[in-house]
């Protein structure tokens, strides 16, 4: 990395970073709602790309994640009031650790495909335990509980609206992508990405793999978990529907569509999915099937960008 | 978990030069695979700064045997004692820390990353390896302990090349690195000059030579050339067992050992 590269890094950071934050105050509210929604599942997706992009693992079982850290929060806004954000944050985040831990003891002793799977089931057996467990969960229905207010004690206290909301969010989204950002390229984060380049020799010279593995998995979760906190938060409602495994697959998608390894890549292929869904649907109406086009425009990109909307981007400038 | 691993291998190494005794023993080793018995009651040692080849026909049980040393396979019966320590059945990584490194006879680093990072990252296992909050390059001890390494396998002019553009000679060579960089008592090169030409051959025994300074080699070779050259004793291996151990002349005038070679 050459110094002139890093500083035009920091300025296209900081132009983003700008509009991003003017965003709220120029967009209506429907599309400002939408923005907010996009830097969650963008979070969402940022997370998964630590397993899928820097250590070579792909994850299926990022709903189960996304959706323990949003019935974590949703637990803490129903037991506590006034509901509090922290709590919520806090509650959703040791959900989503503890689940990530448990998944990860199990599956990665496993790798390739195998570790898929098995992330994959163990979504799946959340979301069962989470559908059936109506007197605890809301079964079917979920849990609507009341959103807290954007406070730091003994300094402020606002409701939340769409723009607070917004610039909540965006700060979260901003922190935890710095911060995963520092993870990728420390000592830590260069030993995950020597396991995705060549796990046995990886082993060889001293380092114990699936110790490294677990954290990763943990580390990633943690951060799904946020991102279910954040919805949970914005949406006021908890349901099963967020730990189904489709849920995993977009996460994929959304990583594969932006460029996998890059951290803002999949936040990128999460706004691009999202926007071509909604343009579908107010062109052909709701009922139209998004899926099919979306999955052609998949399609190409993989052939066409197999490096994403974002390695295509960053290509195309290098020129 | 660094502190702790620098404990373990300090006193090893400075109590290790005192020491009598060999550096590596194995008692009775041996592994099958279903019926066959690639390696057949090894008893073997090796003593401190002696450069040992192991040598044998294709099949002999050569690459099971360091397989089984550097924790890849585990042995099924018998033991492999490490400075007096029982090491037999630990896991890779676990025998890198007592300090045993291995290069590999397919080449078998990470293409992708520059030649200092190859042997960054093997430095980096010794410590810091779970730092996770600060960047990489700020550790500046890893980077110049990577940097010495790659001066001294003769890699430093291709410092931020990537590894797959090296040749085949320096890619063989950047192995050899990669090993020393995680600080061994004990190497084990597994055919380091194959698919060299002769210039490059020479030029790596010239390397493992100048490496071998307070390091106990083993050595896994074909060309004979470079085995008689580098040896102080040879160990001769032929269907998993050992057929006889010598210095290179003795080997050379072992019947038994000419008629093996002469068969095939």
Redo the contacts between chains.
């Keep these: 990395m050459t110094k002139r590269t890093n500083t035009s890094y920091w300025i296209a950071f900081s132009i983003v970073l700008a509009l991003l934050i003017i965003a709220p105050l120029v967009l209506p509210e429907f599309w400002r709602r939408f923005l907010t929604e996009i830097l969650i599942w963008g979070l969402l997706a940022m997370s998964s790309d630590i397993l899928i992009g820097y250590t070579g693992m792909i994850s299926f079982g990022h709903s189960a994640f996304f959706g323990l850290g949003m019935y974590g929060a949703a637990a803490a806004l129903l037991m506590f009031s006034p509901p509090n954000l922290w709590l919520a944050l806090a509650f959703g985040l040791v959900a989503s650790a503890l689940i990530a831990l448990f998944v990860a003891y199990f599956s990665t002793r496993l790798r390739d495909i195998y570790f898929a799977i098995t992330t994959l089931i163990f979504s799946q057996i959340f979301y069962v335990i989470v559908f059936t467990w109506t007197e605890v969960t809301g079964g079917e229905n979920g849990l609507n509980f009341p959103r807290p207010r954007l406070a730091i004690p003994g300094l402020f206290s606002v409701p939340f609206t769409s723009e607070t909301m917004h610039w909540f969010v965006l700060a979260v989204v901003t922190a935890s992508y710095l911060i995963l950002r520092r993870v990728t390229r420390s000592p830590f984060g260069m030993v995950l990405q020597s396991i995705r380049e060549n796990e046995p020799r990886t082993r060889a010279i001293g380092y114990p793999v699936e110790r490294y593995k677990i954290v990763a998995v943990m580390l990633s979760g943690l951060f799904a978990g946020l991102a279910g906190v954040l919805y949970a938060v914005q949406n006021r409602f908890a349901a099963p529907d967020f730990i189904f495994f489709l849920v995993s697959g977009e996460t994929v998608i959304f990583n594969v569509m932006g460029g996998i390894g890059t951290l803002v890549g999949p936040i990128v292929g999460a706004g691009f999915f999202l926007l071509m869904r909604e343009f579908l649907s107010r062109l052909f109406g709701d009922q139209f099937p998004y899926l099919i086009p979306l999955g052609v425009v998949f399609i190409v990109m993989i052939i066409f960008l197999p490096q994403g909307l974002l390695g295509f981007a960053r290509r195309w400038l290098n020129r | 978990m660094s502190t702790q691993s620098a404990i373990e291998a300090a006193p090893a190494g400075e109590a290790g030069v005192g020491a009598t005794g060999p550096v590596l023993r194995t008692e009775g080793l041996t592994r099958r695979f279903g019926g066959l018995t690639a390696v057949n009651n090894i008893n073997f040692e090796v003593n401190r700064e002696e450069i040992r080849a192991i040598i044998g026909p294709n099949g002999a049980g050569k690459s099971t045997f360091f397989n089984c040393l ?1 924790g ?1 396979l585990a042995p099924t019966s018998g033991r492999i004692l490490f400075n007096g320590e029982d090491i037999t059945g630990l ?4 025998i ?2 007592k300090g045993i ?2 290069s590999y006879q397919i080449t ?6 520059t030649t200092l ?1 190859n042997v ?3 430095a ?3 410590r ?9 390059t700020a ?1 500046q001890d ?1 980077i110049e302990k990577a940097e010495a390494v790659l001066k001294s396998v003769g890699l430093y002019a291709k410092v931020d090349e990537l590894a797959a553009n090296l040749s085949h000679g320096e890619q063989r060579n950047l192995e050899i690195g ?2 020393l ?2 600080e061994p008592q004990l190497l084990c090169l597994d055919e380091p000059t194959a698919g060299m030409s002769s210039a490059e051959t020479r030029d790596t025994v010239q390397l493992v030579r100048s490496i071998a300074k307070n390091l106990t080699i083993l050595i896994v070779e074909h060309d004979m050339e470079v085995v008689m050259g580098l040896a102080n004793r040879i160990t001769v291996l032929n269907y998993g067992q050992v057929l006889a151990e010598g210095t290179p002349t003795e080997i050379q005038n072992n019947p038994k050992v000419l008629e093996v070679y002469l068969k095939t």
């Excluded at chain 2, 896991?91 to 676990?94: E, F, H, L, T, Y």
């Excluded at chain 2, 810091?128 to 990489?136: F, P, Q």
């Design positions: 550097t890849v896991s890779p990584d676990r890198s820390m490194a291995r078998n680093i990470l293409p992708n990353a990072e960054r990252i093997a980096q296992s010794r810091h390896g779970w730092s996770m909050l600060r960047d990489y550790y890893i990669i090993a960089a995680t």
